[in-house]
């Protein structure tokens, strides 16, 4: 997901402009037309509401500009209180709150712009992006839906509501957002990992695969990344491509389930005692990683069974492995049929 600060729009500052000379015109003229004298008070009263809103604006962004956002924020909340129809003050109240990690007040801001301004781009990606980050997903997807009614073709927009689909696991309803944004932005690395993720839970990996190959030539290389891959890899038997990724991914980035994934492609490879090493190397840094644990209980499982079932010590070590891992995580029934099998 990008969090990637918007401006207020150009349409809504050129609005402003306008309005501000329109009515500083009016009010610097002498004596008036007649036309002018003959306006109701109403109308007039309006118009000094207007100046002042925009001149709250106004300085708000030259104090943010410089770095005041304390003063900034006062500001705009000052021209909220003289004009609450102005749509560009709850944005750069909303964008000062998101700013200070104050999400859910930042969220309170977007959705008046957005409810101010139904049409104004920027209030509902801007209102999208809060509620993703406050994990109200459900609700992220619908402001991202309206943002891209909008204007279909922004990159960011389409990122994640990608992101928010995957989030809530519908990789399909994810798919054409995903595939937009890279075409909107084929360099985008972050666009090409969530393309690759899509494709990954939706059982296509040999796409995935190619997506996250792309990403790399785009990105630098993290951890997710070559999790990932290695994953579609496996996912592919590419068990050999699979190795050199981890092996690449450990010495970068040592985790738990890095080495946990080392040894699975090891063990697929027939190294099995690479990878009972590696396995232990991944309870090493987290004793209650249990896939590991696993790994350990079947690669000794294994030693006990190759020695005609003499090697006691080995089913002693593989049920100690096993059952721990139930300890922790009891919901895996093939686990519960090798302790129920050999304990």
């Given amino acids: 997901m990008s969090n990637t600060h918007r401006g207020v729009s150009v349409v809504a500052l050129v609005g402003l402009v306008s309005l501000s000379t329109v009515v500083g015109g009016c009010s610097s003229s002498g004596g008036g037309s007649g036309s002018e004298r003959q306006r109701p008070r109403a109308s007039r009263d309006q118009e000094v509401i207007d100046v002042a809103a925009i001149e709250s604006v106004t300085r708000a962004e030259m104090l943010r500009a410089e770095g005041d956002l304390n003063a900034a924020l006062a500001e705009f909340e000052r021209a909220i209180e003289v ?4 749509t560009v003050a709850y944005l750069g109240a909303g964008d000062i709150y998101r700013e200070r990690g104050d999400y859910p007040e930042a969220e309170r801001r977007y959705a008046q712009a957005a409810r101010t301004e139904p049409q104004n781009f920027d209030a509902q990606y801007k209102h999208g ?8 997903v459900t609700e992220a997807v619908r402001a991202y839906l309206r943002a891209l009614s ?13 992101t928010a689909y995957l989030q809530l696991q519908e990789p399909g309803q994810a798919l054409p957002y995903a595939q937009r944004a890279v075409r909107l932005n084929p360099s985008s690395g972050p666009a090409r990992v969530n393309l690759g993720s899509v494709y990954a839970a939706m059982n296509r990996h040999s796409e995935a695969v190619t997506e996250y190959l792309q990403a790399a030539e785009h990105m630098t290389l993290s951890a997710e990344l070559l999790l990932n891959l290695a994953d579609s890899y496996g996912k592919t ?14 010495a970068r980035n040592p985790s738990a389930i890095a080495y946990e994934r080392l040894g699975f492609a090891r063990f697929r490879i027939k190294e099995y005692d690479a ?7 991944a309870l090493a840094i987290d004793p209650n990683h249990y896939p590991a644990l696993n790994g350990v209980g079947v690669c000794m499982l ?3 069974v190759w020695s005609d079932r003499r090697d006691r010590a080995a089913l002693d070590e593989a049920m100690r492995a096993l059952k721990r891992s139930l300890q922790i995580q009891p919901s895996q029934p093939r686990i519960v049929e090798l302790v129920t099998r050999y304990g």
């Fill in 83 to 86: 004009n609450p129809r102005l």
């Fill in 129 to 136: 992006l809060t509620l993703q980050l406050l994990n109200r």
């Fill in 150 to 162: 909008i204007r279909p073709e922004d990159f960011e927009a389409n990122l994640n509501l990608a």
């Fill in 237 to 250: 038997e590419r068990y050999a491509e699979m190795l050199a990724t981890l092996e690449q991914l450990v």
């Fill in 275 to 281: 990878a009972l090493a590696s396995f232990q190397s």
């Fill in 302 to 304: 294994n030693r006990y």
